[in-house]
């Protein structure tokens, strides 16, 4: 490949793309010319390009810091499938291929370089690197370098070495999640101070987010796989090791192919769930938060949270791994009081200081607010990270609004049984008073004799469950886990107490099933909004049954690439994405020049692939 190429020239050839993204071309521009950069952009919104293209345009090797074993391996398996000269270095290889790969640097033969932070930062490595020529730093997962976030990684503050001792060479920080105090924190460790910032938004609109009120949980789950996402992988994110095991056990047993992952399993086991559920194209794993940060799976339909994130950074990062390849997806959740207790506990319960308790706290409280918005979700998703936007149309709140109801009286009632017992009981306890219901424990503490005893009885216990969440989504009330979960009062209570603010809430968190057929219709609709890295490149007009994608065609090209994966012993969709199988299958190309058209068939590919897809076009069309 010739360093003369200009960008474009060069992502056209290599990438098979015919237009830049969003504001892929200025982050390039800004590389190209020595500078530095940092970059703020979604899950699937092309963030490698931004620091790939430059590594092969600019003279020497792009360094890329990753902060997992599994993302390497992918991108330089991907890369090499573009014909890019790129390596790995990790803790994976031998000896033997890690002095060939160093080698290879010091020779000039290769255009990308994967390093984890911990070997990049030894004093040998650093050695290494400054008798190499470097095109550039890239540092992916920037926002490990915050100790606000929801992935805080110590070896990455120690990053800032590089623009000490490699004062000449561009560096780029990328993250798809980070808020303003991320942000500040990444410039500061990372000495960026004179970089540019681009943000980009934070908006995946072919995923679609769902949030129910847990009831049954696991046949709710199980309901919501079956339904809407039968045969198609996915990831289901439990809080504890344990529930990851139990919850993966349940799902085989009903006949889903579902696998576990967590970081108390071996590493032999691990590796073996990790790569089938890369390599395979219905696997469900179910994983604590330790998985999926480095995983490059492009077609995972869903994402489904058993227990409540931290924080909307980790709902987003965790959601983010759906639909990368642009086509639908979803991001469901069931949640309830219990998320809540366990969350404030496991924050109360911390080693962290006061001030960073603190922090936790409002982040918790923020997701909270998502949850129990009656608005557009991705309103209130793109409003925390400081975006401004519009009704969706494509979450279950736009789909399916939900009712509100005047709940002044409920609150009231609630607000005051909390005060009336003493600040000291949780919400079972709560309602049992509200109820009327002389339990053991309302008879040990007389609470049969309280004003609050039995006036709730217009409501059902679902109901008031439903009240005393929103009240503490809403901040009228918290959970103090000093006293076991007792709910106390805040300040803001006291205006609805006295009479002077009215409350309203929505009424419960409602399953909101999407039929098959509708499923099938948008994953194939969707490819307008997907295949292309390139922002004005006019995706394949469809049009017929499923917009015209001959399914025949596709089933056969599915065959295909697996079979290819197989033999080469990569992923499936390195070999070519979901979305350019549909293009095919619904363009039918005639020639290979036609099929050089297709997004994701560079000249490599086309080389590599062309006759044998060209072979099961004619066969399925003659």
């Keep these: 490949m010739s360093r003369n190429d200009d960008p474009i020239k060069t992502l056209q050839a290599v990438f098979g793309y015919p237009a830049f993204r969003g504001r892929q071309a200025e982050i390039i521009g800004q590389l190209l010319g020595g500078g530095d950069a940092l970059v703020l952009m979604p899950t699937g919104g092309g963030k490698s390009l931004c620091y790939q293209l430059p590594s092969l345009l600019r003279p020497g090797c792009g360094i890329v810091i990753s902060p997992l074993i599994a993302l390497m391996q992918d991108q330089v398996a991907a890369l090499r499938q573009y014909g890019v000269r790129a390596a790995a270095l990790n803790s994976a290889i031998g000896l033997r291929e890690a002095r060939e790969v160093e080698s290879a640097l010091l020779a000039g033969e290769l255009d990308l370089l994967y390093v984890a932070p911990e070997r990049l930062l030894t004093p040998g490595f650093l050695a290494l690197l400054e008798r190499a020529r470097i095109a550039l730093f890239a540092i992916d997962e920037a926002h490990c370098v915050s100790q606000w976030g929801h992935d805080f990684r110590p070896e990455y503050l120690q990053l800032g070495v590089l623009h000490e001792r490699f004062a000449g060479v561009p560096r780029v920080a990328l993250t798809a999640t980070a808020d303003p105090l991320t942000r500040e924190e990444i410039v500061e460790r990372l000495a960026l101070h004179s970089a540019q910032v681009f943000v980009s938004s934070f908006d995946r609109p072919n995923i679609r987010y769902t949030i129910v009120d847990r009831k049954e949980a696991r046949q709710q789950l199980l309901r919501f796989i079956r339904d809407e996402h039968a045969g198609q992988a996915g990831v289901v994110y439990c809080l504890s090791r344990r529930k990851v095991d139990e919850t993966a056990q349940w799902l085989a047993d009903q006949g889903i192919d579902a696998i576990a992952y967590h970081a108390g399993m071996s590493t032999t086991d691990r590796e073996r769930n990790q790569a089938r559920f890369q390599r395979e194209e219905a696997v469900v794993v179910v994983a604590t938060i330790a998985f999926g940060m480095g995983i490059d799976k492009p077609d995972v339909r869903f994402v489904a949270h058993f227990d409540l994130p931290k924080s909307i950074e980790g709902y987003y990062q965790e959601t983010g791994r759906a639909g990368r390849d642009g086509l639908p997806a979803d991001a469901w959740m069931a949640y309830g009081m219990t ?91 709560l309602i049992d008073v509200l109820l009327g219901r002389e339990t053991g424990r309302v008879r040990r503490w007389n609470h049969a004799q309280l004003s609050v005893f039995g006036i709730g009885a217009d409501l059902a216990e679902a109901q008031w469950r439903n009240v005393f969440r929103q009240l503490v989504a809403l901040g009228f009330a918290r959970v103090d886990h000093t006293a076991h979960g007792a709910l106390k009062l805040t300040p803001a209570s006291r205006p609805v107490l006295r009479a002077e603010q009215s409350v309203q809430m929505r009424r419960d968190l409602r399953e909101k099933p999407v039929s098959k057929k509708s499923r099938r219709k948008s994953l194939f609709a969707g490819l307008t909004a997907s295949a292309s890295v390139a922002a004005g490149a006019a995706p394949a007009a469809l049009s017929g049954s499923d917009q015209g994608v001959s399914e025949q065609l596709l089933q056969d090209l599915r065959a295909w690439r697996l079979a290819e994966s197989r033999e080469q012993s990569v992923p499936a969709y390195v070999i070519l994405h979901d979305a350019t199988l549909v293009q095919i299958a619904a363009q039918l190309p005639q020639s290979l020049e036609q099929l050089a058209l297709v997004q994701g068939i560079g000249e490599r590919k086309l080389e590599r692939y062309g006759e044998k897809i060209m072979a099961l076009v004619r066969g399925a069309h003659p």
């Design 339 to 429: 998320d809540v207790v366990q969350q404030r506990r496991m924050i109360d319960e911390s080693e962290a200081d006061e001030t960073h308790k603190r922090v936790s706290g409002a982040k918790l409280d923020a997701l909270l607010g998502l949850c129990e918005t009656a608005g557009c979700r991705r309103v209130r998703l793109l409003e925390y990270f400081g975006e401004l936007s519009t009704a969706c149309g494509n979450c279950d709140n736009c789909l399916f609004p939900p009712s509100t109801w005047d709940a002044t009286d409920a609150a009231r009632k609630a607000l005051s049984c909390i005060y009336r017992t003493g600040q000291r009981f949780g919400v079972l306890h």
